[in-house]
């Protein structure tokens, strides 16, 4: 079973579109209406996936597919609670409709109605929503709600624990990956989400998080930023800083993606991160989405390059499923395994 | 020979440190008088360096360093345009001292009078006084001031042009770096230094400064960030955006560095990258300073990843200084070649 644990909803109905506009547009007029989340019918949900994600994933040999809402949508810098709680549903039960119509296509994941260093009760409701009643198996977390300002507090900041006590209790764990940038210095899918890995990761090594929540579990997304790419700068920074080993310290807890659309950077990855640490991933449809003209294939078709990745069957059965099904247990009831 | 495109002057005498700290207690308290740059006998810098930068390249082979002030403590973020000035004049003219006391091994590049959205006149003058009067054959440049907030505009803004005139005119590079970080959320040395790598590389994709300026060069140090790691995602993402592909649009003008401190990355550096854009550097002493207790070496003896590249002698002879040559051309004069 091949399980891709980054998937968004990238291409929704325009409708949904339309409601973030009335969303935006209330905000700079409050004397208009409060939208309501768009009607969408199974058949427009169906032609908005059949075609994309669902056919891509059969097509490259995948399974399921962990599918969140569109990441550079959650715009978690809009500051008004409510709005973000609206808009956050409304994405989240759009998941939940592919889900339904896909069950064994697709398992969710949620976005939280982060506001930049606003309270995270709501966020903290929208996930037991989730999880609890439309049996979704993680979140993503956004460790820059202010969208490339990065006012809010590092990962390792008290501010967080409601959240984090949330997830462990529930049992599900939390990509890291922040929204749209409003800095102009950050493009988001070049620069910004890479920054935001590679500074979590940081903040993780710095601090002392998992002592305190020894059961949470973060995933770090493309491949996490630059990190295996620097894996010798991070080892010694760590000695340097007088912090633990990386294994123990971190590595229990966090897990890379594999969003990262070369074969080069796939091999450094197996390479130098322990295959426990990985998870298959296509982040598809998503950054990068054409045909790389020097292979001939999708640059995001990140299975064939594991697939050429020399490691022994079991290792990459980790990679595709066993490490998925560890780092995201809820799935296993969706998968019917007892 | 072998050149070391990035080493910085971390070992400065502790006279240096102090007048930066009056420097500092001044602009609390305007009432103190106006420190003079600290006295320093040819002795004292003979101790700071003999037994550190030089004993260190000799050791491992080198043969020149450009060498610039300590990146961290350029402290661009503090407003102030006077006190830039006699920092960078004060730090520059001790890099000046060392390279006339060993002018076989080390050529200096410069720290500029940068302030957070400041003119950049202090900064060309500054740059012009250095090249022309004291032989640098360098710069660094910041791309963020502020040392983490990310206020300015980005490299490909006309903000920055006047000084990209001067570079051009005198015909010296500069390296991308920035100083220490006031965000809590990003390490300087773990996260802001290789977000800013990898965001200034974006911002060139995004934009069309080598058509403005075809002879600019940049080296972007700490082994390009994030960006040889997911070349694929930069190829992609060029093609997405409508942008020309990388070698044309950008690496004809920009090089990254080896501060890369493990086998895999620099061979993945090695593999993705054209060797025509690789400048061997260690950053030595620089972030990280321990003994890799996998390999026995020092984690920044890049040298000996280099050594071990599968790349022929010819390439290899680029890296190590036929690159350096041609990026920063004053060097020539500075090793008497006519």
Known sequence: ???????????????????????????????????????????????????????????????????????????????DPETAVAWARACNDLIHRVVTLYPEHFA??????????????DSVVELRRCVE??????????????????????????YWFPLYEALVELDVPAMIHVSASCNPNFH????????????????????DLF??????????????????????????LADRLGRPALDGHVMGNVFFDTCVYHQPGIDLLCDVVDVDNVLFASEM??????????????????????????????EKRKIFELNARRVYPRLDERLGVP
């Open 1 to 79: 079973m091949i399980i891709d644990c980054h998937g968004h909803y990238t291409t929704v109905p325009a409708a949904h579109k339309r409601f973030r506009e009335q969303q935006l547009a209330r905000l700079a007029d409050p004397g208009l209406p409060a939208p309501e989340p768009a009607q969408i019918s199974d058949e427009e949900i169906r032609q908005s996936i059949d075609e994309n994600q669902l056919r891509l994933l059969r097509e490259r040999g995948g399974d399921l597919m962990i599918f969140s809402p569109q990441a550079s949508a959650m715009e978690h810098h809009v500051p």
């Open 108 to 121: 969710g994941a949620c976005q939280l109605p982060q506001t930049p260093n606003g309270p995270l009760e």
């Open 133 to 158: 009643e439309l049996g979704f198996v993680g979140c993503n977390l956004n460790p820059d709600p202010s969208g490339g300002h990065w006012t809010s507090r590092p990962l390792t900041d008290e």
């Open 188 to 207: 988001a899918l070049g620069a910004h989400y890479l920054n935001a890995d590679t500074s979590a990761f940081m903040q993780l090594i710095e601090g």
């Open 211 to 236: 002592a305190e929540f020894p059961t949470l579990r973060f995933v770090i997304p493309h491949g996490g930023g630059a990190v295996p790419y620097h894996w010798g700068r991070y080892r010694g």
């Open 285 to 314: 449809l998503g950054a990068v989405r054409g045909v790389d003209p020097e292979t001939g294939f999708h640059w995001d078709d990140t299975k064939r390059y594991l697939d050429a990745v020399d490691l022994p069957a079991e």
